[in-house]
Structure formats: structure tokens, C-alpha cells
């Protein structure tokens, strides 16, 4: 029988079990779970710290700060993307799976997406996943400008998306932006014809969606067949 199985002896203090050894990915995954709780404002250093039984000050030794915390989430999330590759399909395709990642990955942690707005990625995740993106892109023979304004423009949307979404549904009611929807439909109806009659007449389809996800991926299609036009006449 080891020492192990026995009770703690009179007089002498139980011994907390040792806490799992502090490294950033450990930390990032404990402030994932803060986030996925109760969102960015529920993050900060102390919240993380407690949830991995240490002080805030031993994180420090990792990360500066909630910016910087928050950006290594970012990257994290950046290792699961889809990642474009030359020759490995037609580039306006992977130009959408790549957006679509950016969209779910940031859908799937509350309001991260807020965090994410108005910040460039420059964790080695994210770096490895423009560098591909960038490669497709020049491949296809894009100009240099489209291709620049295309990677920033269209993660933007994908983000922009994200973080709307996470405003309509959040965890704690998910019926709310059902019937956000369903009382601006009745509204839009109930407004006088004579003033407002393609308000009246299209109150329907502008409370509507065809299927999951059809204003996104609309909104995306728009977008990359846009950019295709942009080509220039060497790579038309």
C-alpha cells in the first residue's frame, strides 16, 4: 500500500494536487472555455488564471496581456482553417472555403469575432493560411491590388458576419433573433402601402432565408465573382 492511498495523518496539511504544468497552449485553451462561458468581456487575466488554479501573475511569464492572449486565440483558431494550395482546385472555390473557415471558426466561440474585428493576424497559424491564400490568388493571375484588397476585404465579411450572428443568437436564448425576425416582418406588413409599398411588398422575402446560410454564401459568391472580373486582360 502506497503513502498515496492512505488518509493525510493528524497534524500534517493536505497537499493540493499538483496543477498541470502552465504553457501557452494550456492557457489559450483555458481561455477558450472563459470565452465560450461568457464571452470577451468575461475575459481577463484573473478569470483565465482561476479557472487554472494559479495567479494571474503566472501568466504573465507568457503573455502580456488580454491583447495578446486574445491574439494567440486567434491563431489558434487560424490551425483549423482550411489552408488554399496552388494547383489543388479552382482558386474562387478555395477562396470561399477559406472564407467560410474564418466565418465557422469564429461562429463556434460566442463574440470572438468581436475581438477579431479591426486586428491582422500575424501568428505563425494565420501567417501559413495568407501565405497559401496569397499563392492561389497570384496563381490565378490576379493583379497585385485585387489580390491586397481581396484577402483583407473578404475575411472582413466573413468576421463582420460572425460577430452579427453572435449579436441575434446568443447561447443563453437562441430564439431571440427568431423573433427579432418574425416581429420586423409584422412591422414591415403593418406600414402604410401608400408610403412605403416596396417595403410592404417585399416584407416577406427580406425576413426570409432560402435555406441555411443563403445570405452569406450570397453575400460571398457576390464578392469572389466580382473580384474574377478584376482579372487583367493578359489573364482573362
Not at 504553457?23 to 485553451?29: G, K, L, M, Y
Not at 488564471?49 to 486567434?74: N, Q, V
Not at 483583407?152 to 436564448?173: G, I
Not at 443563403?214 to 453575400?219: L, Y
Request: aromatic content about 6%.
Amino acid at each position: 500500500m502506497s503513502s498515496g492511498d492512505l488518509p493525510t495523518p493528524p497534524r500534517m496539511r493536505s497537499r493540493r494536487p499538483p496543477r498541470r504544468t502552465l504553457n501557452p497552449d494550456a492557457i489559450v485553451e483555458a481561455a477558450m472555455a472563459v470565452l465560450d462561458e461568457g464571452g470577451v468581456d468575461s475575459l481577463n487575466m484573473r478569470a483565465v488564471a482561476d479557472r487554472l488554479g494559479t495567479g494571474p501573475s503566472s501568466l504573465y511569464a507568457h503573455f502580456a496581456g488580454k491583447d495578446e492572449l486574445l491574439a494567440a486565440m486567434i491563431d489558434r483558431l487560424a490551425a483549423d482553417l482550411p489552408t488554399p494550395e496552388v494547383g489543388a482546385g479552382a482558386w474562387q472555390e478555395q477562396l470561399k472555403e477559406a472564407i467560410r473557415g474564418i466565418r465557422s471558426g469564429l461562429a463556434a466561440h460566442r463574440d470572438l469575432a468581436r475581438a477579431a474585428l479591426g486586428t491582422i493576424p500575424t501568428g505563425p497559424n494565420a501567417l501559413r493560411w495568407i501565405n497559401g491564400l496569397l499563392g492561389v490568388l497570384r496563381d490565378a493571375g490576379l493583379p497585385d491590388h485585387v489580390i491586397s484588397y481581396a484577402v483583407d476585404v473578404l475575411p472582413l465579411y466573413a468576421t463582420a458576419t460572425a460577430y452579427e450572428e453572435s449579436l441575434y443568437t446568443p447561447k443563453d436564448n437562441p430564439e431571440t433573433a427568431e423573433q427579432y425576425i418574425a416581429d420586423l416582418r409584422r412591422y414591415w406588413q403593418a406600414l402604410p402601402v401608400d408610403r412605403f409599398p416596396h417595403i410592404v411588398a417585399l416584407a416577406v422575402p427580406l425576413t426570409s432565408e432560402v435555406e441555411p446560410d443563403a445570405r452569406f454564401e450570397f453575400g460571398l459568391d457576390a464578392l469572389v465573382r466580382g473580384i474574377e472580373t478584376m482579372k487583367g486582360p493578359a489573364s482573362a
